[in-house]
């Protein structure tokens, strides 16, 4: 592939995936303005073949990658880490065949890239090679993984000496708790919008546009942002501001790094009846309000999982009666704020029946921060899918969200919290 070409590509690939409804237009970026050493790599093309005991993975980029690989368990996964990589892959090429269940691709954190393989059995790679193609004017990664025991990928395993740089550890519950009305030492009723997924985590699609979840939920939380900074002494921020990747317990600490009043993950859901519709505000519980509920928190809950991810960032549990007062207390405002923005939808935003619901969602788990979760509605409806690309529609969401924002902060000022 000559240059030129894979400069073409380059500028597609860096809109691909967007919907021309969900985002407001962008000052249009080229590679010419790009140093090419800082410009990310472009993969450009990929294919998958083999059996279910040998696979190969190839994909061509315009500049030699630097890849590393590592093993994670639960499930088996290889992860090839890069550094940051468009992927203007077709899909269909790429699909999971042979010894891998499933294939993902995409951002991670500042400056890196990942792809993980999912495999049905334990793994090794057998071949990772990097080859230069016609003339240095592209270069092709080959990766070939073949079945081992159970025995051989425990000791691939405990060989790793990779600590994975994206999993930065929250703070355990030891930490000074400061509930609910902490402000950063701002003055300023402080609120994080957290727009889900994100990276190589593109969360649903939809039915009929195939938009990314993780394009919506942005675009929405940009816009309940700037409605929420219209509040009086309100100061609201996003977790993630542009395509990338953050753990749950990142975005968890986030919150709590800087003092949060509340937290706001912004989230849309798809099912298999394309006939139900509508949003939902979650609350965190042990115990799930349904089943519709329970199975939201299981996928939601997979994220780190789709990045590669372990589980070490999870914050410990600690046997202290204070912390878990905290957390009731959390709990309560969290309920309460739920209440308030079903309130300022009913008539005014489609709900689905029983609007509020709880589950055990590992996002909402700040014992310090009372936190819901918005399913904004269902990408697997057409109806909804049309609304939630609606710009119109997000802002006037927005303003209904940022007054249940504003009542639920009165209350609580009126109660004393």
């Not at 294939?103 to 954190?109: F, K, L, S, T």
């Not at 405990?158 to 994206?166: E, F, L, M, V």
């Not at 550890?169 to 300023?188: F, R």
Request: aromatic letters at 6%.
């Amino acid at each position: 592939m000559r240059r030129g070409a894979v400069a073409a590509l380059l500028i597609a690939a860096a809109f691909a995936g967007f919907s021309r409804t969900a985002l407001a237009a962008e000052p249009v970026v080229t590679t010419a303005s790009i140093p090419v050493a800082d410009a990310p790599l472009l993969a450009f093309s990929g294919r998958v073949a083999g059996d279910d005991t040998r696979t190969r993975l190839v994909i061509d980029f315009d500049r030699r990658p630097d890849v590393s690989v590592h093993y994670v368990a639960n499930p088996y996964r290889i992860l090839l880490d890069l550094p940051e990589t468009v992927f203007s892959l077709q899909k269909e090429d790429v699909a999971a065949r042979g010894v891998f269940s499933d294939i993902r691709y995409g951002a991670m954190a500042a400056g890196r890239s990942r792809i993980v393989l999912t495999a049905r059995h334990p793994v090794k790679v057998v071949v990772s090679d990097v080859r230069e193609e016609e003339g240095g004017v592209s270069y092709r990664l080959i990766v070939d993984a073949e079945v081992v025991t159970t025995a051989a990928f425990s000791e691939l395993l405990a060989g790793q000496t990779w600590k994975d740089a994206t999993a930065i550890p929250a703070a355990s519950d030891g930490d000074q708790l400061l509930p609910g009305a902490a402000a950063g030492g701002s003055g300023s009723f402080v609120v994080a919008v957290d727009a889900g997924h994100g990276g190589i985590d593109n969360g649903a699609q939809g039915a009929v546009t195939g938009t990314n979840e993780k394009v919506l939920t942005l675009a929405f939380a940009q816009e309940l942002t700037a409605e929420l900074n219209k509040l009086p002494s309100t100061q609201a921020f996003l977790t993630r501001e542009k395509d990338e990747f953050l753990s749950l317990p990142q975005r968890v600490q986030l919150a709590r790094n800087r003092g949060a009043n509340l937290l706001i993950s912004v989230h849309a859901d798809t099912l298999r009846q394309k006939d139900i519709r509508g949003a939902t505000v979650y609350t965190i519980s042990d115990k799930a309000s349904d089943s519709l509920a329970a199975n939201l928190a299981v996928r939601e809950n997979l994220s780190d999982e789709i990045a590669g991810m372990t589980l070490e960032g999870e914050p410990a549990e600690v046997a202290d009666i204070l912390i878990d007062l905290t957390r009731r207390e959390t709990q309560a405002f969290s309920i309460s704020l739920a209440k308030e923005v079903v309130g300022s939808f009913e008539g005014k935003v489609n709900l689905i029946n029983n609007p509020h619901r709880h589950a055990g969602f590992r996002v909402l788990k700040a014992p310090d921060v009372p936190s819901v979760l918005l399913e904004l509605g269902f990408l697997s409806n057409k109806e909804d899918e049309q609304l939630l690309l609606d710009p119109a529609w997000q802002k006037k969401v927005a303003e209904l969200l940022a007054q249940a924002v504003q009542r639920y902060r009165s209350t609580v000022v009126a109660n004393g919290g």
